[in-house]
């Protein structure tokens, strides 16, 4: 889709012969960003290979199924929870699965402790022990913790970019504060907090303690000789983000996990979200709480992008510098938009405010409708007329 030479992006614009620029939907780029994290970093890898796992043995049978359904009372009523499915594809699915096991672990554990105690099926009671002694460890709840509490600042992230009505001025706003959010967990007071959180669980079930045992000699991993004399600038081994010394104890490594999961995190969403920055950075100039609000560098180069010569860009830089004291007391761009409508003499910069309204942030709108059309047009609507379909569509997509 989003190949420079060959993908569909590329062969649009060679076809229409139009020069406006490509942006990737940032809400698949938030998703790629955590299916990249839980693969680089081993530890988020393995927890979530734990869940997918556990998922899956209640799966596999309708009795274990129900015996990881609970019910838990809430003000409206009783309300019967299911162990969610985790998928790369659903955006949402890696916070709901997280926060189920956490907030659930009690239940989970119990009905683990049940199909470990079948008798009749020897087969799935050693498989509901391993998964058991697996989910008990302080590792486990350490780092459920730790995601349930990085994920809910990522999934309020996502659900914003999935909204139909957010412009690329608020999404760029919400991704620098989300960055700013995780940043602020790498410090010593924050691991504190998370690991004294993970105690707690752990002490509630009255296991045996792992947290406070000295770590096992592990031998030292030396480079070879023969690269010697040689400068690396990747990591050599196996390239764990924790340090394996003897000498660092147990809680020094979760707090390098802990910051090796926000490093990458942050890290991926600097590297994704910065692409076409000075198109972004063009864009902020329409907004009228930037610092560079109507910056005629900004936006002519702006609207060399799509294709317009000298005499445009004249008649904007004009248009801007009046415009910075017309129309300072705009709240937003939209605003901005609305006053330059009632002006009938700034036609160029009305052109700018107006692209950067329409240009989109993501593609989730467009892919509700293709996932919609399964739901409505079934079996019993088969013969529906195109004109029907397409009301039907846009109700079911615009539904509160």
């Known amino acids: 889709m989003s190949g420079k030479f060959s993908g569909v992006q590329a062969l649009v614009r060679e076809i229409t012969g139009n020069p406006c620029p490509y942006v990737h939907c940032h809400a698949h780029r938030l998703n790629l960003v955590l299916v990249d994290v839980s693969k680089r970093v081993q530890s988020v890898g393995d927890t ?3 869940l997918e796992a556990i998922y899956a043995f209640q799966s596999a049978s309708t ?3 129900e015996l990881f359904s609970f019910e838990v009372k809430t003000k409206s009523g009783t309300k019967k929870l299911k162990v969610p499915q985790h998928s790369d594809t659903r955006w949402v699915s890696k916070y709901k699965g997280v926060n189920f096991f956490k907030t659930q672990f009690s239940s989970i554990v119990v009905a683990l402790q049940k199909c470990a105690q079948n008798k009749a099926k020897p087969r799935e009671a050693a498989e509901a022990k391993g998964l058991l002694t697996q989910f008990r460890s302080f590792d486990v709840i350490y780092f459920l913790v730790c995601l349930d509490e990085i994920l809910c600042y990522l999934n309020i ?3 914003q970019l999935q909204s139909s009505n957010i412009d690329i001025g608020k999404s760029l706003r919400l991704i620098k504060a989300t960055i700013e959010s995780l ?4 410090t010593d007071d924050k691991f504190e907090e998370l690991y004294k959180k993970a105690q707690d669980i752990f002490q509630v079930q009255g296991s045996v303690s792992d947290f406070s045992v000295e770590n096992r000699p592990i031998r030292k991993q030396t480079p070879s000789s023969s690269l010697s004399d040689f400068l690396f600038f990747e990591t050599t081994g196996k390239g764990k983000s924790t340090c394996n010394d003897e000498s660092v104890s147990k809680k020094t490594q979760f ?3 802990l910051f090796s999961i926000v490093d990458n995190i942050s890290e991926e969403m600097e590297k994704r979200f910065s692409e076409n920055s000075s198109l972004l950075a063009c864009i902020s100039s329409c907004n009228p709480n930037s610092q560079n609000f109507l910056d005629p560098k900004e936006l002519c180069s702006f609207a060399k992008f799509w294709g317009k010569d000298e005499e445009f860009c004249i008649q ?3 248009q801007c510098d009046l415009g910075k004291s017309m129309f300072s007391k705009c709240k937003s761009t939209e605003d901005l938009y609305k006053e330059l409508f009632s002006f009938g003499s700034f036609n ?3 052109y700018i405010v107006s692209v950067v309204l329409v240009m989109p ?3 989730a709108t467009a892919e509700r409708s293709f996932s919609s059309m399964r739901r409505i047009k079934n079996c019993l609507r088969s013969t529906m007329m195109g004109q029907r379909l397409h009301s039907l569509g846009v109700i079911y997509r615009t539904r509160t």
């Open 316 to 318: 904007l830089k004009a």
């Open 348 to 350: 160029e910069l009305r």
């Open 255 to 257: 707090k390098a996990e």
């Open 183 to 186: 940043c602020k967990m790498r």
């Open 361 to 363: 942030v993501s593609s």
């Open 63 to 65: 009795l274990r199924n």
């Open 48 to 50: 979530i290979g734990l």
């Open 157 to 159: 992230l996502s659900k």
